[in-house]
């Protein structure tokens, strides 16, 4: 399991944001199935089926017998749901007339989705003109209610069964449309079906040999759904005598003659309107089901988090502004992105924390600010924050002290919010200011950060900024407490260059200003050399190398801060071709294993190196290093 | 206007080590432009309305001409005199050439004739005069009562069961929500009047009149609705509690009230809207059947009611008035999103 520099997890950030799937972990189709939504759905699907192939069989003849002598009766122990005008026994005819229920519905989904598929794959295939008209039909026409177009449909075709298999037909077409359409238009564009056509392949051809079969399966979820509605569509139109007529019967027409009878016995009219809630919900359970199960085919497992009890050492520094002692960060399934890192800073130091993505570098970050997404455990021997610790502070002190700048400056403003409400919001939750005092301050803070006329910027939404400014808003908002810390993550990543040069340029100065310490996570090694007083480089969740960043260049001491530097262009490198990398990946956090987690891909590597693991180790002024190599 | 980044997360990975420039962004686009822009769209909605609201014209005028046979002597039935169908056909104008039966439908509707009942006789203008404003009533309560109802419990089933938590209430909630949101608005109306007013007698069975009868239909066609926008407002709202801007409004450590109305909350609106206009549409089609139950005197129930007595006239023109609704509702959503969401109709040039 990889975890990304956004802090989360794999299978949860990328997972789609379908219905109850959000952020779930156990992912596997497996799991999926054995969901109570899912067995119930399986269970009353089934349930229908045998209904259908059997009710009739056995119940056939009690749902005919006539009986004179039991006419319109209520439930009674022979007749538990009554019996109807001519004395038959209504229970039997509610299980008979499953079969008939079934198979309509099965006809008017088969006609929807033929008639809709058709309708919705025409577009990829026909000439420009053809398809926008058939796209604009079938956008006006989903838009339409579904009972709407049945009914439409009916009146044409008259009353009856016929009539009312047609109409639902004709409105579940427009959803089936929409979706080939979609589908359609995606893989139209895809390279096999434009060489196709480039060979002069007919058109016709391309569509069934090309496009549908890729579709095929999400229309076949869809078709699952469908059937659900058209059977409740179905029951619907009998209901309101537009269906079925008697002497047939379905659950509908049930309805519909047990609704005349409501205030003498509600029974008549409540058993088939059981029967068809049941079969509603069972096929949307299926349906949800079938479409979760096909979202999710990347499957990740859950374990409780085995994490090894931290240990502190020595006595807390008090000038340290923070002070971090053996902080693991680990994620249910034995995926621990952070280990054992320690780190000091002091008032206005800038320490550059680098590393590839998923190096736990962003982790970091997000451990000390309690941002950690759930199933993750956060353990640290010590973690304490302008002298203080962070375990035992109010949201109002931790709010002020701490000030974090994300890598998206987009991303982190609300864009429903103006951009002076956002930052006047602290000082009004945490310092108690009046909202005229904290927007003033606002406004005092974005002057402070160099935006160009802050009054106005204060009014405007965050659409309304360039990127640049809007990462100065950023900034100014974490200046609006008394910031000891600042954490920024990747600020300048988004960011075009001479923007990213502005931006530094200003975190450089509200250091000085301030005194807060800076903690500057990138994986620009050059950036951070530039900018920082000290470095500290993470590779695989654990600290490498320390060293001060005027060091770096010729001082670098573990083998992969010095490939990194290596990697680094200088001024002859063409800076448009790609640049060469360190060959090999770093390992996921659930693959760091007993020895040296770089050991695969170090020149330097021995035996020892993928056995024992090298610790942290001082090794000279100010500086720390983990190697073998190096150390001994 | 396509920047990428609009409204999407970070990437998922930044760029290796080491990294090349950056691309460059677009700069903001000004804010004479953006108006510009909103009036093209809202311009260009209008006009797909208009072309729609032609097609259904021609829709509804078609209808009564596709009907297999004579729909006066399917009217009439097929005891009656030759000389009456022919005298009705000519009173209707249906021996006309189609298309000056069509102008003279056009025409008609555009000044608010509808033609009249084969039954009654009265202007089919009148019949839904008296009874659209019932079913606008019954559709606008229900949709309230959904959103009230439904948005602060998808927002707490959201906070309940974020990345994961509280799996119990997920399963329930999901189970729950998916199950009713299956069950049918007329369903949920024979239930009620089964168990609540015949069985019970705590409400009047059917009819309008007074506050009391209001309470089953209202019910009836909004707890599949509330169903349907909780679940969706969840996702939504577990959305935004993904997203950076929410992350930075925790380390700024607000309290929970005001991170969650404050910034979560505006940010799901869009969807929610969204959604609240297409319910309405959708409650405005469930209530046909709800009136049917409850015998209330809507659109709805003169509907069915025309279809099964082949009363051509009236059945055209409810469905024209139904389908008109459905298009204005659109339209206003559509409208009064473009105004409110700066990102959506950048959303719909990308689309
Ligand atoms: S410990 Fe061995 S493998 Fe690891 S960096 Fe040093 S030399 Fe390379």
């Known amino acids: ?632 | 206007m396509t920047d990428p980044r609009t409204d999407a997360r970070p990437p998922e990975t930044p760029p290796e080590i080491p990294a090349g420039a950056p691309a460059a962004r677009p700069a903001r686009t000004a804010d004479r432009t953006a108006v510009r822009r909103a009036l093209r769209m809202a311009v260009r909605r209008i006009v797909r309305f208009a072309v729609s609201l032609a097609v259904l014209l021609t829709a509804s005028f078609a209808m009564i001409h596709l009907i297999p046979g004579d729909p006066v002597r399917a009217s009439l039935g097929p005891a009656a005199p030759i000389e009456l169908v022919q005298q009705r056909t000519a009173a209707l104008g249906l021996d006309r050439p189609l298309p000056e039966q069509f102008v003279t439908y056009v025409g008609g509707v555009l000044t608010g004739d509808f033609g009249t009942s084969f039954l009654t006789g009265e202007p089919v203008s009148e019949v839904i005069a008296a009874r659209l404003p019932n079913t606008l009533t019954l559709a606008l309560l229900a949709t309230a009562m959904a959103l009230i109802v439904a948005v602060p419990l998808g927002m707490w089933a959201a906070v309940r069961t974020e990345n994961g938590r509280n799996r119990g209430t997920e399963v329930t909630f999901g189970t729950v929500t998916g199950a009713a949101v299956a069950v049918p608005e007329f369903l949920y109306s024979i239930a009620l009047v089964a168990v609540l007013a015949v069985g019970l007698g705590w409400f009047p069975p059917a009819g309008k009149d007074g506050p009391l009868t209001y309470v089953l239909p209202v019910l009836a066609l909004s707890i599949g609705s509330i169903a349907m926008i909780a679940r969706i407002t969840r996702v939504e709202t577990l959305r935004e509690l993904g997203t950076d801007y929410v992350r930075l409004a925790r380390a700024k450590r607000l309290p929970a009230l005001r991170l969650h109305l404050r910034h979560v909350l505006p940010n799901t609106l869009t969807a929610t809207l969204t959604m609240g206009g297409l319910l309405l549409t959708s409650l405005i089609a469930g209530s046909v059947l709800v009136e049917y139950v409850f015998a209330w005197p809507g659109l709805g129930q003169k509907i069915v009611e025309s279809i099964t007595q082949k009363d051509y006239p009236v059945a055209q023109g409810v469905i024209l008035v139904y389908g008109a609704i459905v298009l204005v509702v659109n339209l206003v959503v559509d409208l009064v999103l473009g105004a409110l969401d700066p990102t959506s109709e950048i959303k719909e040039v990308a689309a």
């Open chain 1, 1 to 632: 399991m990889r975890v990304d520099d956004n802090a989360r997890p794999t299978g949860q950030s990328e997972a789609v944001p379908d219905e109850g799937g959000q952020a779930r972990k156990a992912a596997s189709r497996g799991v999926v199935w054995r969901s109570p939504s899912a067995l119930i759905g399986g269970v009353l699907v089934a349930f229908m089926v045998v209904l259908a192939i059997a009710g009739p069989l056995i119940w056939g003849e009690a749902a005919e017998r006539i009986d004179a002598g039991a006419i319109l009766q209520g439930t009674s122990a022979e007749h538990p749901l009554g019996t109807d005008n001519l004395g038959r026994d209504l229970l039997a005819r509610v299980l008979v007339a499953g079969r008939y229920s079934l198979a309509l519905a099965l006809a008017a989904t088969l006609i929807g989705a033929v008639l809709g598929t058709v309708l919705g794959a025409l577009p990829s295939v026909l000439p420009r003109r053809g398809a926008r008209l058939v796209t604009g039909l079938v956008n006006a026409l989903v838009a339409f209610p579904g009972l709407l177009l049945a009914m439409f449909t009916a009146v044409i075709a008259g009353l009856g069964a016929r009539g009312a298999v047609l109409g639902i037909g004709v409105a579940i077409a427009p959803g089936f449309a929409r979706l080939t359409q979609t589908l359609a238009a995606s893989v139209a564009g895809a390279d096999y079906v434009a060489a196709a056509r480039m060979l002069g392949v007919p058109r016709r051809r391309i569509l069934a040999r090309h496009i549908l079969p890729n579709i095929a399966e999400p229309l076949i979820l869809t078709l699952a759904q469908s059937l659900g509605g058209a059977l409740l569509g179905l029951a619907g139109m009998s209901f309101l005598g537009l269906g079925v007529q008697p002497p047939d019967f379905d659950w509908g027409r049930l309805l519909f003659d047990g609704f005349a009878r409501i205030y003498v016995h509600p029974e008549v009219a409540l058993g088939p309107a059981a029967l068809v809630a049941l079969a509603g919900i069972g096929f949307n359970l299926l349906g949800d089901t079938l479409a979760r199960a096909a979202a999710r085919s990347s499957a990740g497992r859950q374990e409780s988090a085995r994490t090894e009890p931290p240990r502190a050492e020595g006595e807390p520094d008090p000038d340290a502004v923070l002070e971090v002692r053996d902080l693991t960060v680990s994620f249910p399934g034995d995926s621990t992105p952070v280990r054992g890192l320690s780190l000091t800073m002091a008032p206005g130091e800038i320490v550059g924390l680098v590393g590839e993505s998923g190096s736990g570098k962003s982790l970091t970050a997000a451990a000390i600010g309690g941002l950690v997404p759930y199933p993750g455990t956060v353990t640290y021997g010590r973690l304490r924050l302008g002298g203080a610790d962070i375990a035992g502070m109010s949201g109002k002190e931790l709010g002020t002290a701490l000030a974090m700048v994300f890598q998206d400056p987009m991303a982190s403003l609300n864009p429903a919010l103006r951009v002076g409400g956002q930052l006047s919001e602290v000082a009004v939750v945490h310092q108690g200011m009046s909202r005229a005092d904290a927007r003033r301050r606002a406004v005092d803070r974005l002057g402070h950060v160099h935006l160009p006329d802050p009054a106005k910027q204060a009014g405007q939404h965050p659409h309304e900024l360039s990127g640049g400014m809007r990462q100065r808003a950023v900034i100014a908002m974490g200046l609006m407490g008394e910031p000891r810390l600042i954490i920024a993550d990747e600020p300048t990543t988004a960011l075009d260059v001479t923007v990213q040069r502005q931006i530094l340029k200003l975190l450089r100065e509200v250091v000085e200003e301030t005194g807060a310490a800076l903690l500057f996570i990138s994986h620009d090694i050059a950036v951070v050399g530039e900018l920082c007083d000290r470095v500290v480089v993470m590779y695989a969740g654990r600290v490498v190398e320390e060293l001060p960043a005027d060091r770096l260049a010729a001082g670098a001491a573990h083998p992969y801060t010095r490939a990194l530097i290596a990697s680094l262009p200088d001024l002859d490198t063409d800076r448009s071709r790609p640049l060469a990398g360190i060959p090999g990946t770093q390992p996921a956090p659930a693959q760091v294993g007993v020895g040296c987690a770089f050991a695969a891909r170090c020149a330097l590597a021995t035996e020892r190196c993928r056995t024992e693991r090298p610790e942290l180790v001082v090794h000279g002024p100010h500086r720390r290093v983990a190697c073998w190599e190096v150390t001994s």
